[in-house]
């Protein structure tokens, strides 16, 4: 999957796109995740570290999580998932799933809004994604 591609499909969406996050924070990761995280999840946050200052995409108002936000905020809001995003200012809470497939979820109803990372952003830059 070709992140640095995503990252500039968002900018021309206008979103404000956060530059790759640090190795250290990606090492945050990985062991808030007890190394259970995607290769992708964790590809995409070595091309672009989320959304600047809770930033949203204006065509399916998706936010995509710092990983900051994600380690403060995951417990407050799941517990067996990594809250990675929201919709809609936290109206919808989007998680995925610690493991390699990295299915992905809309938290409130529990219902799955991608198989894997690769169909969430296909779907999104379609905007055929359902909550």
Do not use: H
């Not at 990606?26 to 590809?43: C, G, M, P, Q, V």
């Not at 900051?68 to 919808?92: C, H, L, Q, S, W």
């Not at 995925?96 to 409130?108: D, Q």
């Amino acid at each position: 999957m070709n992140f640095d591609k995503i990252r500039q499909g968002l900018r021309e969406r206008g979103v404000m796109v956060a530059e790759p996050a640090s190795e250290i924070c990606i090492e945050r990761l990985i062991n808030f995740t007890n190394n259970t995280a995607s290769k992708d999840l964790i590809s995409m946050y070595r091309s672009f570290n989320g959304f600047i200052d809770y930033d949203f995409d204006v065509s399916t108002y998706i936010s995509i999580w710092p990983i900051n936000r994600i380690i403060v905020d995951t417990p407050k809001f799941y517990k067996t998932r990594i809250v990675f995003a929201d919709i809609a200012m936290g109206a919808e809470i989007i998680t995925i799933e610690p493991s390699e497939r990295g299915s992905i979820f809309n938290a409130g109803t529990g219902g799955m809004i991608s198989e894997n990372l690769e169909l969430f952003w296909k779907d999104f830059f379609d905007e055929k994604l359902s909550f």
